[in-house]
């Protein structure tokens, strides 16, 4: 594991082994953050008018004691201040401006710096991680005592200190600390392409996190026939909503929330996720199962209506407005407790379901890719192997028989 770097050699005295006819001299070192060089000061100054060792010796303690303290309060420094927009502040956190004063070098500006060049990068779903993540960091850090330190002092031990603190104080999952760790070495990384820093510090931390499946299983069929008859009647934009969810493989949080109705190509019988909604942050086309397309044309005639609204809306309908965050999660988990289903029965977990029905008809593993926007075969073979198990009909109808 990677050792700290020193930021400070403290002031000492060099004697000469105590030969009163060579120059003694008091020698302290500080990190410049701009090299991450140590630079070392010596003064020779009041010590060698003393013809005598007790009186140099006096005399050098009181340099060293001077120089002590002007390095713990900070007078004696390379860092100079500068002001920033602190970007991890919480919202309402600063009433008037985000604009902060720190020490340049210091992991803090870095920090706003790298979040405001992400805006123009990734989707907002995967800003709020990034921003969420990298606050928790923060706070952690200035627990520490070390939030004011140049980024040349974190190394990996000290990440994998916090990735440690995080799991015992949330208990998360590897998966979960896994995140964390991505977006700290992106923004590493990210110092190391400026040359602000040598090496990326998150690199080989050892495997951290509780092991646990968090992803919503399939929702059995007895199951989702149930909810269907309770659902459709009394919430018909939410069954609209769990349809596209199943059909599609769209992730409700963002993808399909804020999905307009000039998305869907009626002609090609496609929808377009874009890339600024999408979890992977790519713009992609899927194509809409015959079921949903009646539904959509005959059921929901959502090609009579001006195609630049959200395809839900406020009041039931596509509307100029689309629905909050936990909107449709919260009106879904109030039929499950009403029909007292397990707790496990999520929302989400109808885009489970889709899959599992999919792969159960016979879709090949390219198709199931493809229709799950998966980066690549790896993923759908693990997300397959995890969700559904490995299916045979040979091995289910046509075992040979023990006797």
């Not at 210091?106 to 706003?112: A, F, N, R």
């Not at 009041?315 to 909107?327: A, D, S, V």
């Amino acid at each position: 594991m990677a050792r700290r770097k020193k930021e400070i050699v403290v002031p000492h005295l060099n004697d000469c082994g105590g030969d009163l006819t060579k120059k003694w001299y008091v020698e302290y070192s500080i990190r410049n953050p701009k090299t991450d060089k140590m630079e070392r000061v010596r003064t020779y100054e009041d010590i060698n008018r003393f013809s005598t060792r007790e009186a140099r010796y006096e005399s050098a303690q009181k340099i060293i004691e001077s120089y002590s303290k002007a390095i713990q309060s900070g007078n004696i420094s390379y860092q100079e201040f500068v002001e920033y927009e602190d970007l991890l502040l919480y919202d309402g956190q600063s009433s008037f401006s985000k604009t902060r004063t720190a020490k340049i070098g210091s992991i803090k500006v870095y920090l706003s710096e790298f979040i405001q060049i992400k805006r123009l990068e990734i989707s907002p779903v995967s800003l709020n991680s990034y921003v969420s993540k990298l606050r928790l960091f923060c706070l952690w850090a200035e627990k520490q005592n070390i939030l004011d330190k140049p980024v040349t002092y974190y190394t990996t031990e000290i990440i994998a200190d916090f990735l440690r603190h995080i799991v015992e104080q949330k208990e998360l999952s590897r998966v979960t600390i896994l995140k964390y760790e991505q977006i700290l070495h992106t923004f590493f990384l990210y110092l190391k392409k400026k040359r602000i820093i040598v090496e990326n510090p998150v690199f080989e931390i050892p495997k951290i996190g509780v092991i646990k499946d968090e992803s919503p299983a399939a929702i059995p069929e007895y199951m989702r026939k149930i909810l269907q008859q309770k659902i459709e009647p009394e919430d018909p934009q939410l069954w609209m909503f769990i349809c596209f969810i199943y059909y599609m493989a769209i992730r409700p949080g963002f993808e399909l929330r804020l999905m307009r109705l000039n998305q869907i190509n009626y002609s090609l019988q496609t929808i377009t996720i874009y890339s600024d909604v999408a979890k992977n942050d790519k713009t992609e086309t899927i194509d809409i199962p015959d079921q949903l397309f009646d539904m959509i044309i005959d059921k929901w005639k959502l090609q009579t209506y001006d195609q630049s609204l959200y395809a839900f809306g406020q009041f039931g309908e596509p509307g100029n407005n689309c629905l909050g965050k936990n909107n449709m999660k919260n009106r879904f988990t109030k039929f499950r407790k009403e029909l007292k289903l397990p707790d496990a029965v999520k929302l989400y977990s109808w885009k489970h379901s889709g899959a599992q029905e999919l792969a159960a008809q016979g879709a090949n593993i390219y198709e199931i890719q493809r229709h799950m926007r998966h980066r690549d075969i790896a993923t759908t073979e693990q997300y397959l192997r995890k969700r559904i198990g490995q299916r045979s009909n040979t091995i289910k109808h046509n075992f040979p028989s023990i006797g």
